[in-house]
């Protein structure tokens, strides 16, 4: 039994459906088990990570567990239930931000996911990391700005990433929890091209048959306005992650091909299969 932990969260979704289609046996966890919508044969466990002994029946049986955690949310008491479970491998959904080998992280996003690497590796169950720096899902955030304009304003026209569709994690997911060899390796996800923001607009607007165009904001200006809402350590980090991109094509590597026996979607596909999201 592989249980999905984030099972209502976006990339734990899609990695459910997918194993669900393979013919996998897989448990959700959800807070709200009638709201999670999730596909038929699909068992579906009530559990809350901050209530220890809510998570027992739904780690009952299972051998293989896949983690999303919602930025910031310690996995403790997961983990020691998942010990005292059974459980004999965790795959984990971490951040690209992650630097192997340094004494100090150099943002909150990298030292949070680090510091779930670490709390898992000591755990005493074999483990394997995924590490996603920027998923395709975040161009949704242009979406909103295009309900009346052809023009997406934001910092950082150049910042360049390897964007990955969500469905090409949830089938590297899957493979791995499936699959044997995978204990002890962490794989960075990476799509098959690097594309700048401008870039991911225009391509955007080839898809949506618009005339898209990006708008270049000063990032002070953008960091303010983002702070109002959002954690001020995560959007500097956010944004650091992206000055340090400008002019630098990003990195690509071939684990999704390897790994899911098909090339990674491209963006134009990702910006296809969302076309009803920016309509």
Do not use: C
């Not at 904001?217 to 995560?234: I, K, N, T």
């Not at 690509?252 to 309509?279: I, K, N, S």
């Amino acid at each position: 039994m592989i249980l999905v932990v984030g099972a209502t969260a976006h990339f734990g979704r899609e990695t459910v459906e997918a194993l669900a289609a393979a013919g996998a046996p897989v448990r959700a966890l959800s807070r709200t088990p009638d709201r999670a919508a999730l596909p038929a044969g699909v068992d579906v466990v009530r559990g809350d990570l901050t209530d220890a002994a809510s998570l027992r029946p739904a780690l009952q049986g299972a051998r293989t567990l896949f983690l999303v955690l919602p930025y910031g949310m310690a996995p403790d008491a997961l983990l020691t239930e998942a010990a005292h479970a059974g459980v004999r491998h965790i795959v984990f959904l971490s951040s690209g931000a992650v630097v192997d080998g340094a004494d100090v992280q150099p943002d909150v996003i990298a030292t949070y996911h680090a510091g779930v690497e670490r709390a898992i590796a000591e755990s005493g169950i074999a483990w394997t990391f995924l590490r996603l720096l920027f998923p395709a899902v975040n161009a949704l955030s242009f979406a909103m700005q295009l309900k009346g304009s052809d023009v997406v304003r934001g910092a950082y026209a150049d910042a360049a990433a390897s964007v990955v569709h969500e469905r090409d994690v949830a089938e590297v997911a899957a493979a791995v929890l499936t699959g044997d060899g995978h204990a002890g390796r962490t794989y960075d996800l990476a799509g098959p091209a690097s594309l700048t923001q401008a870039e991911q607009v225009r391509v955007l607007g080839d898809v949506l048959g618009r005339p898209l165009v990006f708008e270049e904001l000063p990032d002070a200006d953008v960091r303010e306005q983002l702070s109002r809402f959002l954690d001020g350590p995560f959007v500097n980090a956010l944004f650091d992650l992206m000055a340090a991109t400008v002019g630098k094509p990003a990195p690509l590597t071939d684990v999704v091909e390897r790994l899911t026996g098909h090339p990674a979607r491209t963006f134009a596909e990702w910006a296809a299969d969302h076309r009803a999201d920016f309509a």
